[in-house]
């Protein structure tokens, strides 16, 4: 009887508590509403804030104002046309080792034969010397000296074109090259320092006298410039008398130049 | 129950009545009760809902309206790249209430004139002391000076935060994007044209792009800002628009106005020369008449040859050339040379009326198709539009049109002939591309590239070569009309120009006005020595912005024109 008589007691007291259920659950969204809601207003407020500070950069910042300071400060112009690549290749071709002559080379050169005076007076007195066959000394001396640091001018250069008139000391030059040219290659260090080369132009030269020392023998290491002269025209068997003959007459054009 | 037993006594039959009486009161009674307490169980009930509602949807007291969004009071401008034009701000605004001042009135005077000098202390006293109720004592004030007010103390001032527009590149391109009146209206440029669509809520949310493009406005502005001051020209303008949708990419008058304080500027910085001011723009005109021609049948081609003698006598004038060939000279070296004699010959072939035809349908004699509101109305003879009149039309003299309608003109001969309105804004997703008109042929439009590029090349225009750009284009020195005489030594000077001419893009038109002779320039006026160069350094700026390749090796087809100039002249002193 009594489960019976508080029957409608419990009823009404699992209505209420669902009822209370349900309005916490709705309680709790609302409040997460709100809070949405206010993270809504500070993005807004943020944005807000950030326009301002937009603006206010770039009134700061306005286009006639970076003129302004480009021209009292940086002096920057736009590019010319050749200053606009095309793509990898043209970038590639700007690395191109240069052909020109260094016009800062010779200074090396001349001091370079400093070493030379000491078979100096072996070509003053040729007489000396004429257990050797050594012809004409003062000369291939001069020529040597520019052997060692611009090889690869004369390599880039038409070698075949001209002949010099010293081309009677075909044997001779030969065995000199070796000698005075390793005094020379020795001397270079000094030579980097008094005159300041580029990395470049320093290096090359050195290569190009281990070749020259190498070169009649080993033909492996040469190809590459070879193609660069004149890829339809291998010279392997003229190559390294011809390009002694254009070191010596690029030599004396340096020297008479300097 | 205590059912009625036979009585006795027979109940009296008033009883009986009263029984039956106090029952129908009872249930009336009860029905009443019963109606009331409906009643009240109702209200209660939808009281209870509307709270059970309200808990479970309704807004919570906190809670902040309108800042879900930002839309400004007022839409933003932006260029074509985003990069803003003019925006609204919240500015700091210092006012005074003269009568809920508290304290000391002569001394307040005296500080408010020390932190804000536009009005003596006197004035201030006589601001605080007038019983008016409220004065604006600055708008748009610089958040140290509201520091240094706030720091009075005094209850009396107001300082306040009221929506402001704001330039932030300040004067450029300030003719195309107006400015604001103090109610926050437009009262000029885009600001005016399109005040509905910045001031509509539903519309200000979305910034209003524009197909001006800032970088390439400024090196216009720049460049011919420049130009103004070395031959101290009294005024400039400039257009720069892309051929094939009539955008315009940058459009400049000078000397330009600060919109930020657009009540300082002068009448002549508020003048828009590039689409309200119309001017005659010389042998800039020359193409057209060719260009007429060569639809019409009358030119051939470019080695089709004319007499050109020293002086042209027609209809009663002598026409000259500022470099006279004095011999029969081809179509080719006309253009080339400028000259008005050949010129005149084939504009009067073309005639007046078919002359008349071909401008309507350029859109030359009516007001510049643009959206802007300050619009200029081209000037012709009218109704003196004679034979002669044809002639100096023909070359340029006689029809006054803005540079705009010129730009316009050439984006039309190069676009394949095909007429596009100038646009100010820009041509995307909200704003499609209309269908163009056709006005000349595509066969005519290629044939004139190569000779507009002869003028850059060979003739007087060679200032405005940009190396590796292809630039072609015109010179045109026009004399100015001065109290009814056209003047000999002041001159209108302008250049035409088109970018890359082996298929052109972009058309450039600059203008000078009245530019004085330097001594870089050996004396002259003419457009070859002033405007030209403004034209190739410009190029050689923007050119590289707007995506043209630069390269040294290619031209549009200059066989079709070279065999026909005979040997070139050095000198370009000619216009």
């Known amino acids: 009887m009594s489960g019976r008589s508080f029957r409608s007691l419990f009823m009404v007291a699992s209505c209420a508590g669902a009822a209370l259920g349900c309005y916490l659950v709705s309680l709790r969204v609302a409040s997460e509403r709100a809070s949405l809601e206010d993270v809504e207003t500070k993005i807004v407020l943020t944005q807000r804030d950030l326009r301002v500070l937009q603006t206010e950069i770039g009134t700061r910042g306005r286009f006639a104002q970076l003129e302004r300071w480009n021209a009292s400060v940086l002096a920057m112009s736009a590019p010319s046309a050749d200053q606009i690549l095309r793509g990898s290749f043209e970038l590639a071709k700007l690395t191109e080792p240069q052909h020109q002559v260094d016009f800062r080379a010779p200074v090396v050169l001349a001091s370079a034969p400093a070493p030379a005076p000491q078979r100096a007076p072996i070509g003053e007195s040729e007489t000396d010397d004429a257990g050797s066959p050594t012809g004409v000394a003062p000369a291939a001396l001069l020529r040597q000296a520019s052997l060692k640091t611009e090889p690869l001018k ?10 010099v008139a010293q081309t009677p000391l075909a044997a001779g030059p030969q065995k000199r090259d070796k000698s005075i040219e390793r005094p020379v290659t020795a001397a270079k260090p000094a030579n980097k320092k008094s005159v300041d080369k580029p990395g470049l132009a320093a290096a090359k030269p050195s290569k190009s006298v281990d070749k020259f020392v190498l070169g009649a023998d080993r033909t492996v290491t040469k190809p590459v410039r070879l193609a660069k002269v004149d890829p339809l025209a291998p010279l392997p068997d003229k190559h390294s008398p011809q390009n002694n003959k254009a070191l010596t007459k690029i030599s004396k054009d340096l020297h008479t130049g300097r | 129950m205590n059912a009625p037993t036979p009585a006795l006594v027979a109940p009296r039959p008033e009883r009986l009545r009263l029984v039956g009486q106090r029952r129908q009161i009872l249930a009336l009674m009860h029905q009443r009760l019963m109606f009331g307490m409906l009643v009240y169980a109702g209200v209660i009930a939808l009281i209870v809902l509307r709270i059970m509602w309200l808990a479970a949807f309704g807004d919570h007291a906190g809670r902040k309206e309108g800042l879900t969004a930002l839309v400004p009071d007022r839409g933003d401008i932006v260029d074509r790249d985003g990069e803003p034009l003019a925006r609204t701000i919240d500015a700091w605004t210092i006012a005074v209430h003269p009568t809920k001042v508290i304290g000391d009135k002569l001394a307040l005077s005296q500080q408010l004139a020390k932190l804000m000098p536009e009005h003596s202390a006197d004035e201030y006293f006589a601001m605080l002391g007038s019983g008016k109720p409220f004065f604006y004592l600055r708008r748009r004030a610089s958040p140290a000076l509201v520091e240094a007010v706030n720091a009075i103390g005094e209850p009396g001032l107001a300082i306040e935060r009221e929506p402001d527009r704001l330039y932030p590149q300040t004067s450029l391109a300030a003719h195309v994007i107006g400015f604001t009146d103090i109610d926050g209206h437009g009262a000029a440029g885009v600001e005016r044209a399109f005040d509905q669509e910045l001031s509509d809520p539903r519309t200000r949310g979305n910034p209003l792009v524009l197909s001006i493009s800032s970088r390439i406005q400024q090196a216009l502005e720049h460049e011919l800002g420049d130009a103004m001051a070395q031959f101290s020209a009294i005024g400039a303008a400039g257009v720069v628009m892309d051929v094939h949708t009539g955008e315009v990419l940058a459009m400049t008058s000078l000397p330009a106005f600060n919109p930020n304080a657009a009540g300082q500027g002068t009448p002549d910085q508020m003048f828009n020369r590039a689409t309200l001011g119309v001017f005659e723009l010389g042998s800039t005109f020359k193409p057209f008449t060719l260009a007429m021609a060569m639809d019409s049948g009358i030119v051939h081609g470019p080695g089709q040859t004319y007499n050109c003698p020293n002086v042209l006598t027609a209809y009663g004038h002598n026409i000259h050339d500022t470099h006279p060939f004095g011999r029969t000279c081809s179509v080719a070296e006309i253009m080339m040379e400028s000259s008005n004699i050949g010129m005149a010959q084939i504009a009067d072939q073309v005639g007046t009326e078919r002359q008349k ?30 034979p002669f009149e044809t002639m100096t039309i023909g070359f340029g003299q006689g029809i006054a049109v803005a540079p705009l309608q010129l730009a316009m003109g050439y984006a039309t001969l190069f676009d394949g002939g095909v007429y596009h309105p100038p646009t100010i804004l820009k041509i995307g997703p909200g704003h499609q591309l209309p269908p163009g008109r056709r006005v000349f042929s595509e066969d005519t439009s290629y044939r004139m590239r190569s000779l507009l590029r002869l003028v850059v090349m060979k003739g007087t225009g060679k200032k405005a070569d940009a190396p590796g750009y292809r630039v072609g284009g015109k010179t045109g020195t026009a004399q100015k ?41 050996y004396g002259f006026t003419t457009a070859g020595w002033n405007v030209a160069p403004v034209v190739s350094r410009t190029v050689s700026r923007i050119a590289p912005m707007l995506g043209v390749e630069p390269d040294l090796t290619r031209e549009p087809n200059m066989n079709e024109v070279l065999p026909f100039v005979q040997d070139a002249k050095q000198d370009t002193k000619k216009d």
């Open chain 2, 357 to 386: 035809a071909w401008l309507k349908k350029m859109g030359f004699l009516d007001k510049v198709e643009i959206e802007l509101k300050e619009r200029g109305r081209s000037l012709t003879p009218g109704s003196r539009w004679g």
């Open chain 2, 481 to 521: 009309l001065i109290n009814g005489r056209y003047s000999q030594t002041i001159n209108l000077t302008s250049f035409a120009g088109v970018f890359p001419m082996d298929d052109p893009r972009y058309v450039i038109v600059v203008m000078l006005d009245e530019p004085k002779a330097t001594k870089d320039t």
């Open chain 1, 154 to 163: 004369t390599e880039t250069r038409e070698v075949p074109e001209k002949p």
